[in-house]
């Protein structure tokens, strides 16, 4: 793909990850954010991607399984799709048609502290709780499974054996806004 690769972010909260992409896009000519999807009608990325001029889709959940999201991706003509804190499983024919092109990034050095209803706080309390000396993000492929899919990148920040859930979110939510961005670019110039 030469042309401009149309971006679709998915995220269900604050967004601070998808705000994060949209500032590091506005300097790349190769890719635009051209959507911002959510499950969460209260999800604080609506605010901010209105700020940017962003269309937004909430849906609904009955739509999570149909083929709603596959044509709203068609309709937008995305090319690429990032996950940034969604907290839906994606439907199986959207993974399937963005094979290669959609990813995601997990707050844990995957495979630890993966899978289903391992995300947020969840995984930063059990980093905590397992003692673990390290952390960071990982930037993986999205398949079918929750956090399997092949690991594009990771970056690990050094905790401190009194860092408590919040510290450690803290610290990986750094490592996640200096990386992602241009995981993402670098990804979409591979296209």
């Known amino acids: 793909m030469s042309q401009i690769v149309n971006i679709a972010i998915f995220a269900s909260g604050g967004g ?5 992409i949209i500032e590091h896009f506005k300097n790349v000519t190769k890719g635009k954010i051209a959507l911002i999807v959510t499950n969460n009608p209260n999800a604080g990325i609506i605010q901010k991607s209105k700020h ?5 889709y909430v849906h ?5 399984s149909g083929d709603a999201l596959l044509k709203l991706m068609e309709d937008h003509e995305i090319g690429f799709i990032v996950l940034a804190g969604y907290l839906r499983k994606v439907n199986p024919e959207l993974v399937d048609t963005f094979e290669g092109r959609i990813v995601n990034i997990h ?14 706080m969840n995984v930063h309390k059990a980093v905590v709780a397992a003692g673990e000396k390290v952390s960071g993000p990982t930037i993986h492929y999205v398949n079918n499974h929750y956090d399997e899919g092949a690991i594009i990148e990771q ?3 050094v905790l401190d054996a009194n860092d408590n859930a919040e510290e450690v979110q803290k610290k990986v939510l750094q490592l ?7 995981a993402v670019e670098r990804l979409i110039n591979e296209l």
Do not use: C, D, R, T
């Open 155 to 157: 970056h690990e920040v």
């Open 60 to 64: 609904s959940k009955e739509e999570e």
């Open 176 to 182: 996640e806004h200096k990386y992602y961005p241009s």
């Open 16 to 20: 601070s990850n998808a705000e994060a």
């Open 107 to 120: 707050p844990a050095l995957l495979p630890k502290f993966g899978g289903q209803g391992m995300y947020g």
């Open 52 to 56: 940017f001029g962003i269309p937004v």
